[in-house]
């Protein structure tokens, strides 16, 4: 299974942009699919963009509009990029592949702040 790691979160203003990364050592080119995901405190795990090997992107309707998503085949990354974010973005965000989301297994995650 493919590890994924997250990073990129910090604390930002409501209105701010943060581009998180989500990385592996191993060539992302064979995946058919990464998705984003984030958490909030005391919330369910919730969807947040994909994109597949084909550079085709998916968008929650909570994001659309604000965040996108790409990838960069060369640097095995994945890219999401969020702009005008809000208080309500606020949550721990997540990125893996579809086995992963099957098997349950999740990686650390990053931080997301947005202050009001």
């Known amino acids: 299974q493919v590890q994924l790691v997250e990073s990129g979160g910090g604390l930002v203003q409501t209105g701010g942009s943060l581009r998180l990364s989500c990385t592996t050592s191993?060539?992302?080119?064979?995946?058919?699919?990464i998705d984003w995901y984030r958490q909030a405190p005391g919330k369910q795990r919730e969807y947040v963009a994909r994109?597949?090997?084909?550079?085709?992107?998916d968008y929650a309707d909570s994001v659309k509009g604000r965040f996108t998503i790409f990838r960069d085949d060369a640097k095995n990354t994945v890219y999401l990029q969020m702009n005008s974010l809000k208080p309500e973005d606020t949550a721990v965000y997540y990125c893996?592949?579809?086995?992963?989301?099957?098997?349950?297994?999740w990686g650390q995650g990053t931080q997301v702040t947005v202050s009001s």
């Open positions: 893996n592949t579809v086995d992963g989301i099957l098997s349950g297994s």
């Open positions: 191993r060539t992302i080119l064979n995946l058919d699919r």
């Open positions: 994109i597949s090997s084909r550079h085709s992107a």
